[in-house]
């Protein structure tokens, strides 16, 4: 199965960054507006087994829209807005992997810079780990 943008993008990064720093574990979209773009049986495609944003856009000319029903499940009224109307910030998942210093750190993230952008990555968030590893500013902070 071919990989998705935003799995090929990851894949680029951790080639991109020294991953002895830090790795980048998924790009993913957070704080969905208004909410999740729902999918139901009508955007199936007749044609076609994937179900890709082309696919949307064709099932919306044919009057379909979210399938979203709001907060009362089935009782509640389907969304009508449009696929380009719900909106989300797409963030990259870091995690680090070990205790490291401001100074290393931000030279790793300035490589991802440009092409995040150009791709529309909104930002970044680190992930909890087990060991609880620390970005500070000072070397000595970094002791365990």
Request: glycine share 6%; with cysteine.
């Amino acid at each position: 199965m071919e990989k998705s943008k935003w799995e090929q993008l990851t894949d680029w990064s951790n080639e991109t960054m020294d991953t002895s720093i830090v790795k980048v574990v998924e790009i993913t979209a957070l704080n969905h507006r208004p909410h999740p773009y729902m999918i139901g049986p009508g955007h199936m495609p007749e044609h076609s087994i994937y179900l890709d944003e082309r696919a949307i856009q064709e099932a919306e000319s044919r009057g379909i829209t979210c399938y979203w029903k709001g907060k009362n499940g089935d009782r509640g009224e389907r969304c009508t807005l449009p696929y380009r109307q719900h909106t989300s910030d797409r963030v990259a998942i870091l995690e680090l992997q070990r205790n490291v210093v401001r100074d290393e750190i931000i030279p790793e993230l300035q490589k991802l810079q440009d092409e995040y952008k150009a791709k529309g990555v909104d930002g970044y968030m680190f992930l909890e780990t087990e060991e609880e590893y620390r970005v500070t500013d000072a070397v000595n902070e970094t002791a365990n």
